[in-house]
């Protein structure tokens, strides 16, 4: 695994434990929502992602791109697809989503070079 997606698995793995350690019944409702929410539905997990991924860019937030590009990667959306829907998010969010979208663009690397 490159060393960029295991340090960032890592961090999101020990402080999600650490939060619902806390046992906050609204924040426990929230994780779980936020994972029923992405489930196969009407739409498939992959067009799931591809939104979120969108939506993430657009929202200007790297720890939810990142999130939502390795589920992408897990899903075995191709390069091709993930770019398309990071252009749809960079037309949407305009020129000020652009450092996102390069940080976007190098974490994807980071998922190809595990393979």
């Known amino acids: ?4 997606v295991k340090e960032f698995n890592d961090y999101r793995t020990k402080m999600n434990n650490k939060i619902l350690a806390d046992n906050n019944k609204v924040i426990k409702r929230i994780f779980n929502l936020d994972t029923n929410a992405f489930a196969a539905g009407a739409l498939d997990v992959k067009t799931k992602e591809l939104l979120g991924l969108v939506a993430s860019l657009v929202l200007r937030c790297d720890d939810c791109v990142k999130y939502h590009l390795e589920s992408c990667y897990n899903e075995g959306l191709s ?18 989503v652009i450092p996102h979208l390069r940080k976007a663009y190098e974490y994807w690397d980071a998922l190809e070079a595990q393979s």
């Open 79 to 96: 390069k091709e697809q993930v770019i398309e829907t990071l252009s749809i998010g960079n037309l949407i969010g305009g020129t000020i």
């Open 1 to 4: 695994m490159s060393e960029v």
